[in-house]
Every structure is written in C-alpha cells, then in structure tokens.
C-alpha cells in the first residue's frame, strides 16, 4: 500500500512540470490591453474617438499625476493623429468613429524615441482607416 502511494507521487512529480512545460499550439493570444482593435472599434456604439475610448479603455485617459516639480509636462496623455501631434484629450470628440481603424496607449517611458520628449503622460495614437 505505501510503495503504491510513493510510486503516485513520484509520478504526479514528474508529468505536472513537463505538462507545465508544453505549449497549446492553438492557444489565443491573450489581448493588448492598450490597444483598442478594429473589431472592438466596430461592436461599439460610439459616435467618436473620445466615447470609444472611455468606454472601452477609459484608464487611457487618466491623468498622470505631477511628474515633477521642476518641469512642466502635460499631465494628461497627448492625442497623435496618424503620428501627428493633434492635441489634449479633448479632440478625441472630433474624431468620427468611421474614421478610426485602431486606438493605441503609448506609456510615457516608451514615447520618446517614436514622438519625441515631452510625452511623459504617455500618448494616446489614434490611426485611421485609408480612405
């Protein structure tokens, strides 16, 4: 009975790490929690960019808080247009729907070298469907 017992637990020992170990081939990837998809963009019932976003992601906008007591930042994430700066938070509501194909969040430690210094809220890249 006990070596019964031994040879269980010495077998559970060893198939659970290798089972841990194997890949799901078929495995979904999980979602980019900052990025907003064009299906999402789709099964939403916004009529523009800001509704969307504080919908689905509404930590996008969030401010930041005061990076430093020193320097003036914006504490508020940046809205980039097709990688051109296009403004605060507020132009969101200018941007239709229609003309959306993907929202993305860049944390602030990661906009530098794409946009440049100054961004340190982070910055909210909006890309556009081709007309």
Same mark, same amino acid.
């Given at each position: 009975m006990m070596r019964t017992s031994v040879r269980l637990l010495v077998l559970a020992a060893l198939v659970v790490p290798v089972s841990a170990c194997s890949r799901n081939q078929w495995a979904v990837p999980a979602p980019d929690r900052n990025v907003i998809t064009?299906?999402?963009?789709?099964?939403?019932?916004?009529?523009?960019?800001?509704?969307?976003?504080?919908?689905?992601?509404? /930590?996008?906008?969030?401010?930041?808080?005061? /990076?430093?007591?020193? +320097?003036?930042? /914006?504490?508020?994430?940046?809205?980039?247009?097709? /990688? +051109?700066?296009?403004?605060?938070?507020?132009?969101?509501?200018?941007i239709p729907i229609s003309h959306i194909a993907e929202i993305r969040f860049i944390n602030g430690w990661n906009t530098e070298a794409k946009f440049g210094p100054g961004y340190i809220a982070g910055v909210i890249q909006v890309v556009t469907r081709v007309q």
């Open positions: 064009s299906e999402e963009i789709q099964a939403s019932n916004a009529s523009n960019a800001w509704d969307l976003v504080a919908k689905l992601r509404g /930590n996008f906008m969030h401010s930041r808080g005061a /990076n430093s007591i020193y +320097v003036k930042v /914006n504490k508020e994430p940046t809205v980039f247009l097709d /990688n +051109v700066e296009f403004g605060t938070l507020d132009k969101l509501k200018q």
